[in-house]
């Protein structure tokens, strides 16, 4: 029953801005922790942020201090906010979550950074 979709992807030049937003189809996010995870081609899939329901936060060294992420309970939408973009943040973004022992995986959006 669980959905996640992603949306927010798409070609945007080095150094600026996109906003990627993952909407659950329940209250999952209010419930468990959120992931977001990339995957760039030839590339292992890495997780690139958490936030956990008592707001911690976590992200990958390549990317902190540039992205942030964040949730809006009444939307069950989670958020990743990238700032000052690099060609080598190029890849397809994942939202992630796990509830009663499964995995939830949306099916990605695309994000190209151009130099």
């Known amino acids: 029953q669980v959905q996640l979709v992603e949306s927010g992807g798409g070609l945007v030049q080095a150094g600026g801005s996109l906003t990627l937003s993952c909407a659950a189809s329940?209250?999952?996010?209010?419930?468990?922790?959120a992931d977001w995870y990339r995957q760039a081609p030839g590339k292992q899939r890495e997780l690139v942020a958490t936030l956990s329901t008592n707001g911690y936060t976590y992200y990958v060294g390549s990317v902190k201090g540039r992205f942030t992420i964040s949730r809006d309970n009444a939307k069950n939408t989670v958020y990743l906010h990238m700032t000052s973009l690099k060609p080598e943040d190029t890849a397809v973004y994942y939202c992630h979550a796990v509830e009663l022992g499964s995995n939830y995986w949306g099916k990605g959006t695309l994000v190209t950074v151009s130099t």
């Open positions: 329940g209250s999952i996010f209010r419930r468990n922790t």
